[in-house]
């Protein structure tokens, strides 16, 4: 990743999307129609990398946990619940536009990207702007066959108001007690008005979030606690420290409901942007939301009987990005080869299967009873197209971690060649010792709190 770096970022990042396509991690949406831009769908590679993300995620953070619960919100939500949020009367990003060619542009990152705000950006225009003007990012909907005033809807701009919303049920249904927090993963929406950068910044996103009730004195510490949990999990799923660093929000960038915020910035190819998210939301939330419905959204301490609003700590991880940050991590170029080198936990194939030739009735019936027999435990590619070499670079470009290949030795001994990924060595393993032999290998181990556990 360093020599990429050293060399044309933009022609390297250009590759990383090029081969996305062509593997079968990203699509560009609705293209036989032309596209939609800032629209993406993920192919049947880039779905298995992000629900196995996923799955990491839910596995180390709440199921591994006794602090923490999920739930599922909805998209759809009472309109009020934004007007309690802020975010109704504040979510919203200063847009210019071009007098010239009418495209237009965030102010902020105008600024940030080139250092002046007072002409168009766009290649060959330099046309002077408007002056900036608030621009909303919620899509709005309307609920009913018709469009009537009263029956707007948002969809939502940020999964955490389902679990604000849903603390007291949490609390009525389950039996945590302060500190814990409420885990979930779903679907945002951003009408953004400059999205790009293939997908980090996109209309439709998926968030893991989660928001963790403390009481108010224990904010900073548990703030370090999930910042350094944030970047183990970063370490977890193969995320080099070096590209990657944490930046603390001045006071103009603090959101309305936040004390303190930090990035986890990743060095992507297009530039150090934002990958992460952690933030001090006070009481904010909880507050408001017991203000706009009425309802009492208290917590009491079952020894003492006090009753309180508790304060909230919220990390937020993106998936698409998370997904970006593994790519543009793992894309090698080496002499004669192009290598994902993901780490094994995410890697959408574990093995894949090969006979030596595909003519040989007898190789691929081999081939195919211990593919058979290893997709059960592992995600495998069975692949008898081309010579063994082409078969070993295709799998090399979707991060496949190990290559089974039967050959004519396969029938005398019941022994198979087993190819790594990254140090191309090969070695020979019975049959027979394969399930044991990439059970060591592939299963991870899960490190939280200081407790280690096999998945």
Not at 40 to 53: C, E, M, S, T, Y
Not at 86 to 107: I, N, Q, S, W, Y
Not at 211 to 228: A, P, V
Not at 231 to 241: A, D, V
């Amino acid at each position: 990743m360093l020599a990429i770096r050293l060399m044309s970022s933009k022609d390297f990042f250009q590759k990383i999307v090029s081969l996305c396509k062509r593997r079968g991690f990203v699509y560009p949406g609705s293209e036989i129609y032309g596209g939609l831009a800032n629209t993406w769908d993920f192919g049947p590679l880039g779905v298995q990398l992000k629900k196995n993300i996923k799955d990491l995620w839910w596995r180390r953070f709440v199921e591994s946990r006794h602090d923490i619960v999920g739930i599922d919100s909805g998209i759809l939500m009472n309109p009020r619940v934004w007007e309690a949020s802020g975010h109704v009367a504040g979510f919203t990003d200063p847009l210019v536009e071009c007098k010239k060619c009418r495209k237009r542009f965030r102010a902020d990152h105008l600024m940030e990207n080139t250092g002046q705000k007072e002409k168009c950006q766009e290649e060959g225009c330099g046309g002077a702007l408007t002056e900036p003007r608030n621009f909303n990012l919620m899509f709005q909907t309307h609920i009913g066959p018709t469009e009537e005033k009263g029956n707007e809807a948002y969809l939502r701009p940020e999964t955490a108001q389902g679990s604000f919303t849903n603390f007291k049920n949490i609390l009525d249904s389950t039996r945590v007690k302060i500190p814990f927090g409420i885990a979930q993963i779903g679907k945002a929406f951003r009408n953004e008005i400059t999205p790009g950068n293939f997908i980090f910044r996109v209309l439709e996103f998926e968030q893991m979030e989660i928001e963790y009730f403390i009481r108010h004195g224990e904010w900073e510490r548990t703030f370090e606690t999930w910042q350094k949990e944030m970047s183990e999990w970063l370490e977890y799923i193969g995320i080099k420290k070096e590209n990657y660093a944490i930046r603390e929000h001045d006071a103009s960038e603090l959101s309305h409901y936040s004390k303190r915020t930090i990035d986890f910035e990743y060095n992507f190819l297009f530039g150090t942007k934002e990958l992460y998210g952690l933030a001090y939301r006070t009481n904010f939330d909880l507050t408001n939301h017991a203000k706009y419905s009425g309802v009492e959204l208290l917590y009491t301490d079952p020894q003492t009987g006090e009753k309180f609003i508790p304060h909230c700590i919220e990390p937020t991880f993106g998936v698409e990005r998370t997904v970006l940050a593994i790519l543009c991590d793992a894309y090698t170029e080496e002499e004669d080869r192009i290598v994902l080198k993901l780490d094994s936990k995410v890697a959408p194939i574990k093995v894949a299967v090969f006979p030596l030739l595909r003519n040989k009735p007898e190789l691929v019936k081999k081939a195919r009873e211990i593919f058979d027999a290893l997709r059960v435990r592992f995600a495998c590619d069975f692949d008898d197209n081309g010579n063994v070499g082409k078969r070993y670079r295709r799998q090399d470009e979707i991060g496949t971690p190990y290559c089974v290949t039967v050959d004519f030795q396969t029938l005398d001994d019941d022994t198979v060649t087993v190819r790594d990924r990254d140090t191309m060595a090969q070695e020979r393993v019975l049959i027979k010792d394969l399930k044991d032999f990439f059970n060591e290998k592939l299963t991870p181990k899960l490190v939280c709190h200081s407790i280690s556990v096999e998945e």
